[in-house]
């Protein structure tokens, strides 16, 4: 299936590599037991460029190698907003919600919601988050990496499965986060060296000796794969089951600027165990903020690694004749094989374009991507289970030694379940779509109630339990009952009504109210303006939306309405917060806040740099 025996053993150092290098740097020290601490959140041990590279090893996996790749092939370079505004989340998240989470020096996201709002809110977070990384994440990254062994190399899919699930299971489960951690490091080097060469080797193939040429090509060829905006009709792509949909319902036009995709980058880059877990590991507020600014400018290269050679087989497979790409590869008409749905190109491209040797590293390349989810996504579990399932609810004076055995335990669980479900995937065609789709239905209620939990000191338990209750039935509702609502948009319908409803609950709540305590006079007047600006705003957002939302639907226009209800909460949030002189009695008290979210002119400096590219991209492809 096009490996040589060098590039088994390209692949075959790189595995060495990474489980000799995961088991090193976790072992313990000779007569000493891990403590929950260094297996969880590796002793708060991690540098900045630790945390960046690590959280895009996470991060990128084969939802990018294969899915979005794939996604590329069918849609364009749409689909890079998930990483060109994950970026530009990654500095709010940096500035405002990390130091927060750093100060509480807490393990898990549901641990922070216990502090702020009480154990039974904490627990439906604890259960979403276990099912979503069990059913979703789990089983889609590891079936995309065996379909990728299927296609590459021939691997049955079953024992492609396995076989990954238990390869990144070896290390991550012995050494917990200072081996993920570590180990992705090395990860990151494999998947962007090697990326790149794939995607240099396809330019160059289809502009016959120039990677500048070659791009100019699958411009001129496609350039409606270069729309960063779609309008509803104007492109289709295979729904996976023979028959087409519209585009449009996985990007909305201009309701992925203003629109709901932001829920998901919040409750991603920001809510996210798996993901903010690194961020938590670091060695101080200032190394996880700059970690963050390293990550954002990493993620602004992700779509030249995958997007754009989805683009790139797009062109080949329907713009060259088999004979033409007979001469082009060199390769008989029959060994090129062809694309049979949309993520089956990455694999492609990687088989037909990277020479031996080089095919080993690409594939490591991808493997790395696979490995480092499948092994952050595990070591998650297995923190969330142990210390806010087990640890509160079975043990709660457990030891070290026991917390890290049940964490074990838990991820061998994680493991078993993933292999079993993972395979009833093979029927979709695009399966970034169904993970963006199916995270999406929690994503709406987190970011709610996280940040209200943040920020609002006048939410209350009662109101983030109802949230988060009615967060997945709401979205069920709508989607059964308005199908053909794009999932972005139908999301941003959830936040506004669950918005609306946390509101109304923590005003009307007659429970436990506290004295707040004198506010700092410059603080509170600076507040009080900007809430008079984004009430004003958010106003504005709700009338422009009333009024250009059916003459503007083609484009997603009604997704500003869910932009308006975001401004008009925060203004409420800065208004109430220091004209109400009562709060709940959880709400979250900050020390030194003015010190907690300053930002140095390097933090600066680096947060301008990722908006500028960003806003210079979506001004070229718009």
Known sequence: MGFST????????????????????????????KTANEYFLAGNSLTWWAVGASLIAANISAEHFIAMSGSGYAIGLAIAAYEWLAAVTLIVVAKYFLPIFLEKKIYTMPQFINQRFNRSVSSFFAIFWLLVYVFVNLTSVSYLGALALENIIGVPLIYGIVGLLIFSGIYSIYGGMSSVAWTDVIQVVFLVIGGLFTTFLALDAVGAGSVIDGFGVIFDKTSHHFHMVIARGSSMVPDGSGGFKDTFNDLPGVAVIFGAMWLTNLGYWGFNQYIIQKGLAAKSINEAKKGLIFAGYLKIIVPLLVVIPGITAYVLVNHFTPEELSVII???????????????????LLKNFVPTGIRGLAFAALAAAIVSSLASMINSTSTIFTMDIYKEFFNKEASNKKLVLVGRMAAVVALVIAISVAPMLSNLDQVFQYIQEYTGFIYPGVVVVF?????????????????????????????????????????????????????????LDKGIKVKSPAADSDVQKLSIKSSYILMALGILC????????????????????????????????????????????KALKVENAKTLFTTNVGFNVGAIGIIVIVVFLYGIFW
């Open 542 to 585: 709700l009338i422009a939306g009333a009024i250009f939302s059916i003459s503007l639907s083609h484009l997603g226009v009604e997704s500003i309405l869910m932009m308006g209800v975001l401004l008009l909460m925060l203004g409420i949030i800065f208004y109430t917060n220091f004209k109400i002189d009562i709060e709940d009695p």
């Open 451 to 507: 940040a209200m939990g943040l920020f609002w000191k006048q939410m209350t338990s009662k109101a983030a339990l109802w949230t988060t209750i009615i967060t997945i039935p709401i979205g069920i509702i709508i989607k059964l009952s308005m199908p053909e609502i794009p999932f972005i948009m139908r999301m941003g319908y959830v936040f506004m009504i669950l918005c609306t409803v946390a509101s109304v609950i923590s005003f």
């Open 6 to 33: 060098l590039d088994y053993i390209v692949f075959g150092i790189y595995c060495l590599v990474i489980i000799g290098l995961g088991l090193w740097v976790s072992k313990p020290k000779k007569g000493q037991e």
């Open 330 to 348: 060199g390769k008989p008409v029959e060994a090129i094989g062809i694309i049979g749905k949309s993520d089956e190109a990455y694999p492609w």
